[in-house]
């Protein structure tokens, strides 16, 4: 610092302020004897201006001596990891120096005159502290660094050679930047010119927190501290700086700083005045504060009460403790009242209800912390108060009965409304919710609803309140209507905003009961006319009153001349005495009317249709009995109904020619059938010895066997969901294809099992027709095949490639009874199936094959379970066989359907029948 003649501080620098622990503002201008200790300054400085005795210079110069001596030797036993700011590098890195011309001691920090060379001590002693400089250096545990303006490094420590990992040698001489990390290594020596030439600081003499490099180009976070040494005039300018590894203290800052912000609940830890240490993250959302607004603030800004409004806590000063050894500590009463308190305060200011729960710690060092956990209740208050407002809302229901209700609040605003009052008034609840309740108030008392209610509010005394008061209601249309309205107060807590529960009846049934019935029949006349079917009403006698445009259209007679008609006239004699008939019976007993029955009507020129009779009896406007007669047309009903029975006996005859999925195809796309299975299944079944055996049977005996025998066949062709492709004379063709699924090895499998039960089905049928005797011989191979239709007559589902031709000669150079396979087969299926290897055999267009005979199956068949197919499109059962009778009668009934889809497509212009439009004209099926 500097001083004038009267001991007046005029300057001082950081060191001073930190040493001191002043600030810099109430050190300025003040007389040097506040600092203490040096009363006699005065004094001191007169005799020296006096006398020109420089005692009291060096006696002072000695204690500021011995005073960095004391400096020194504390720093040496500093802790490895408190932080370090520039004054503190200062404090350390003091170096004087002697400046031959001027025979000063020039103080590095502060560039002045400590005192002239008539008060220094020796060259000797300069020399010693030099060497204690050089042992302190070196025995600091952060790393420190000389570097010139240049930023050429000229000395370091061991702690610099063991943090960074290079040897003294490789970093002498070395620029700075190389153990500078991060983005700032290109860019130390600009920042390093711009302060030599404009003095601008971005680190000298500051603290900054950046990355650091080693010199296996790991790098790690580092405090940095820079000051620089005034020197001799004219001499290189240099800088010192120290190095913290702040690697383990971020580690652990990281940690607790994860586990405080994961923490639901606000967190703070404060002293015992008050002031708070830290905060989390849900502290900062909880309360609308940014961390750096909390930190170091009193804990009173968040408490919601009369002591944050005073901005102070009453607690006992460390003197009163002291006098008074019954009165509690700091700590205990700012514990008791931080518990006492039941409401917290945003930054915006708003209050919510919380729940505080507080810790005290103490460190080992003895000073004390609190940490108090901050838990927002309000949600739960509103939740609490929301129930037991729809509480005493229900109660209040329950107490009046009337269609409409709304619950409305002390201001009127619509706080709750019904499903009626929405249906009443024509608005959606949205636009109910939170509008004033004048909204629905017609007759031109709206404008003056508010003052009612107002009114109410302060005297008690209302109009509509409490009492049935007939009015005028608005719906959103704007149209008017009458209501009785019933009015109720809810009661509530006492701190709750008043409530309103009204209920409103219409009365417009009441008053406008004729207008109603006239509306009420033009409804019904629209309902009539937009019937379908002929409708009819006729009184007891059967005279027709009234008809739509139905009956007009399908008895083709006009309004007038039906109006005149009797029911009688429109129907076959033996059809009238029916609905004789049904009204007596209905008039003079009371027995319902039948609910349909099917007759035929009379068209105006004779010819009849069927249709569909419905009766049903009501009063008459002069309470007279009349009857509503219904006719339904069933012409085209009748017409669907037969295709339908046409299109069914089609689809039986379709699913035991071409498999049901081909058949469905077909029904679709009718162009063409084509496909490619890269591995299909067939198999090749021959009677053995058919032809000689035949030639000596009757055709009906040879038919009527084959038949039975290929029925059977047929059958477990169900059984295993295979396909039968063909019967050519008495050989008996299957594949696999078409599959449901593409699975080619369990197609093998079901295949494999078909043969094997072939061979015991013969076996039975043997049994049961010993006279025939009969004996299979199977061939079965598997491989690609192209799969389709082909022609336009008699079409047939068919198979083609070269392995049904491998097949089929499987079957033709096996044995009688036996299946004979190829390698493929055994390749697919042989872990499921044993076989007997044949050998090498002959096979015509195919040279010599590898033949095995299937022998059993080695795996137990799982248990099948029946499927039902059900398509909306074609739904049928494959039948096992069909007679030649029957064949004959669907031939016919095919011819049939051609025929009525020939009538149905000239009558109509179109080329399909739609059945969605039949169904709209009132079709039904």
């Given at each position: 610092?500097?001083i ?8 001082v620098?950081?060191?001073a ?5 002043w ?7 003040k ?22 005795s420089?005692a009291t ?16 030797q504390?720093?040496?036993?500093r ?15 003091k170096?004087?120096v ?9 103080d590095?920090m ?7 060379s008539e ?5 000797t ?22 570097i010139n ?9 061991h ?5 960074f ?6 970093l002498l001489?070395?620029?700075i930047?190389l153990?500078v990390?991060g983005?700032?290594?290109g ?6 010119q ?8 971005r680190v ?6 950046l ?9 790690f ?29 971020m580690?652990r ?5 994860g ?18 240490l830290?905060?989390n993250k849900?502290?900062t ?22 002591h944050s ?14 006098n008074?050894?019954?009165?509690e500590g ?9 518990e ?5 305060r ?6 919510f ?10 460190t ?5 912390f609190l ?22 809302i229900l109660?209040a ?8 209700m ?15 009052a ?7 609840r949205?636009?109910?919710i939170?509008?004033?309740?004048s909204m ?14 107002k009114?109410?509010m ?5 109009r ?12 959103k249309?704007?149209?008017e209507?009458?209501?009785?309205l ?6 509530t807590?006492k ?8 209920f ?13 019935l006239i509306r009420?029949?033009?409804?019904m ?17 059967r ?8 009956a007009?259209?399908?008895f ?5 001349n ?8 429109l ?8 609905f ?6 209905h ?8 609910e349909?029955?099917e ?25 007279d ?8 047309d069933?012409?085209l009903t009748?017409?669907?109904t037969q ?16 498999p ?7 029904k ?9 299975h890269p591995c ?12 000689s ?6 055709p ?8 039975e025998?290929?029925?059977?066949f047929?059958?477990i062709?169900d ?13 008996y ?23 094997l039960?072939?061979?015991?089905a ?18 079965l ?11 336009t ?6 198979l083609?490639?070269d ?7 499987m ?20 872990d499921?199936f044993?076989?007997e ?15 095995f005979?299937?022998?059993k199956?080695?795996?137990a ?22 007679s ?23 009558a ?5 029948i ?12």
């Open positions: 610092m500097t004038d003649e009267s001991g007046i501080i005029k300057f620098n950081k060191a302020v930190d040493q001191v622990r600030c810099k503002e109430n050190l300025v201008g007389h040097v004897k506040v600092l203490g200790g040096i009363d006699d300054s005065n004094s001191g400085i007169s005799s020296f201006r006096r006398s020109g420089k210079g060096e006696s002072k110069g000695s204690k500021r001596i011995d005073f960095f001596d004391r400096l020194w504390k720093r040496t036993e802790k490895r990891h408190i932080n370090s700011t520039p004054s503190q590098v200062s404090d350390v890195l170096i004087f002697v400046n031959p011309r001027k025979k000063c001691l020039i590095n502060n560039g002045g005159s400590i005192r002239d008060t220094l001590t020796t060259y002693d300069t020399q010693q502290r030099e060497s204690i400089m050089d042992a302190v250096f070196e025995a600091s545990l952060d790393a420190l660094f000389q303006e240049k930023g050429t490094i000229q000395m370091v420590n702690a610099a050679v063991r943090q990992g290079w040897t003294r040698e490789e001489g070395s620029n930047r153990i990390g983005h700032h290594a860019k130390h020596d600009e920042y390093l711009r302060y030599l030439a404009t003095g601008d600081t000298i003499g500051k603290k900054r927190e990355m650091a490099r080693r010199k296996d180009l790991t790098e976070p580092i405090e940095l501290a820079v000051v620089e040494v005034s020197t001799f005039l004219g001499d290189e300018r240099l800088f010192c700086g120290i190095c913290y590894d702040l690697t383990d203290r580690k800052e990281r940690l607790t700083e586990l405080l912000n994961a923490a639901p609940d606000a967190m703070f830890q404060i002293d015992t005045t008050g002031t708070i830290m905060a849900a502290a959302e909880q309360f609308d504060y940014i961390l750096d607004e909390l930190i170091g603030n009193n804990i009173l800004i968040i408490c919601g009460d009369e409004e005073r901005g102070e806590i009453p607690l006992p000063t460390n003197t009163e403790c002291k008074n050894p019954n009165a700091d700590s205990r009463s700012l514990v008791k009242i931080l006492s308190k039941k409401v917290a945003k930054k915006d200011g708003h209050v209800p919380v729940d505080l729960t507080i810790e005290e710690v103490r080992k060092t003895g000073e004390i940490c108090c956990y901050v838990r927002n209740i309000s949600e739960k208050k509103r939740q609490d108060r929301i129930i037991l407002k729809r509480q005493r109660e229901i329950l107490d009046v009965t009337v269609n409409s709304f619950v409305i609040n002390e201001r009127g605003s619509i706080l709750e409304v019904n499903k009626t929405l249906d009443s008034f024509g608005y959606r949205d636009e109910f939170g509008s004033n309740v629905i108030v017609g007759g031109g008392h709206a404008s003056k609803h508010d003052h009612y209610l009114k109410y302060q005297t008690g005394k209302g509509l309140i409490g009492k049935k008061t007939e009015m005028k209601a608005r719906r249309d704007g149209s209507f009458v209501v009785e019933n009015m109720k107060e809810i009661v807590d701190d709750d905003e008043r409530l309103f529960v009204g409103l009846r219409s009365l417009t049934q009441q008053k406008e009961f004729e207008m109603e009420r029949q033009g409804f006349d629209k309902i009539i006319e937009a019937s379908c079917d002929a409708l009819f009403v006729v009184d007891r006698d005279w027709i009153k009234q008809v739509n445009e139905a007009v259209t399908k083709g007679m006009s309004r007038e039906l109006c005149r008609c009797n029911m009688d006239w129907f076959p004699t033996e059809h009238s005495e029916w004789k008939h049904e009204l007596n019976q008039l003079n007993v009371g027995i319902p009317f039948t349909r029955t007759m035929e009507a009379k068209h105006s020129d004779g010819s009849l249709f069927p249709v569909a009779i419905s009766i049903s009896g009501l009063k008459g406007p002069n309470g009995d009349v009857f509503v007669i219904f006719a339904n069933l012409t009748k017409k669907m295709i339908e029975v046409e299109k069914t006996a089609t689809d039986v005859l379709l699913a035991n020619v071409l049901e999925s081909i058949a469905l195809k077909l679709e796309d009718p162009s063409h059938i084509a496909e490619y299909a299944s067939i198999l090749f079944a021959d009677i053995v010895g058919f032809t055996m035949s030639s000596c049977m009757e009906k005996q040879v038919v009527e066997m084959l038949n025998l290929f029925s059977i047929d059958d062709v059984t295993h969901e295979l396909n039968k492709i063909k019967t050519i004379g008495d050989c063709m299957v594949s696999s294809v078409p599959s449901k699924a593409e699975d080619y090895y369990d197609d093998c499998v079901r295949l494999c099992d078909f043969a039960d072939m061979i015991q013969i076996h039975d049928y043997n049994i049961k027709f010993p006279q025939y005797s009969l004996n299979l011989r199977i061939g191979n598997c491989g690609p095949v192209v799969a389709g239709i082909v022609g007559k008699r079409f047939l589902y068919d083609w490639g392995a049904v031709n491998t097949a089929s000669r079957e033709s150079s096996g044995l009688p009874g036996k299946c004979q396979v190829t390698k493929a087969v055994v390749d697919l299926v042989g499921t044993s076989f290897s044949r050998g090498l055999i002959s096979v015509k267009g195919k040279g010599e094959m590898e033949a005979f299937l022998q199956r080695l795996v068949r799982a248990p099948k379970m029946k499927l039902i197919h059900n398509n909306s499109r074609l739904s049928f059962q494959r039948r096992p066989s069909i030649i009778a029957n064949r004959f009668a669907i031939l016919e009934s095919l011819k049939a359907l051609e025929v009525t889809l020939s009538e149905s497509t000239l109509s212009g179109h080329s399909t739609n059945l969605e439009a039949m169904e709209a004209e009132g079709v039904t099926f």
